[in-house]
């Protein structure tokens, strides 16, 4: 069975008003094999950070921390495996002439390290890594 890490962009399809229904059903049918990179909950904390005092904020931190707590036993913290790969992606990139960020190596790294797939809509993030990716936004 095949388990999946999952991309910024793939955890705030909820949060937003037009949902793409096929991601939220990849959420819902898959929820057993989804798992939260620790690198993702400090993604979506410091969106919500971003944003100015006021009810949306408040709404979407309620949302947010709804998002992360069901994930309470599934958030996989960035340990020193990970860490590594995440190393050997970033280096590998620049010397093909690309850009990875560090938050995206870090999610590659933790994916690596854990045997995960990506699920993301970003998928060039993640363009030549030795990983699986998924684009829910595709498969639906």
Do not use: C
């Not at 850009?99 to 809509?121: F, P």
């Amino acid at each position: 069975m095949t388990e999946y890490a999952l991309d910024t962009n793939v955890v705030s399809e909820p949060t937003i008003d037009t949902q793409n229904p096929g991601v939220i059903s990849f959420l819902r049918e898959q929820t057993a094999s989804l798992w939260l990179p620790s690198v993702v909950v400090h993604e979506l904390a410091y969106g919500i950070q971003l944003l100015p005092q006021g009810q949306r904020r408040n709404r979407l931190r309620a949302m947010v921390e709804n998002i992360v707590s069901s994930f309470s036993d599934r958030i996989l913290p960035l340990e020193r495996n990970g860490a590594e790969w995440a190393a050997i992606y970033r280096a590998q990139a620049r010397r093909d002439g690309r850009l990875l960020r560090l938050s995206d190596a870090l999610i590659a790294g933790t994916a690596k390290a854990n045997d995960l797939t990506i699920a993301t809509r970003n998928v060039r993030d993640f363009y030549g890594l030795d990983l699986e990716i998924l684009n829910p936004w595709e498969t639906a």
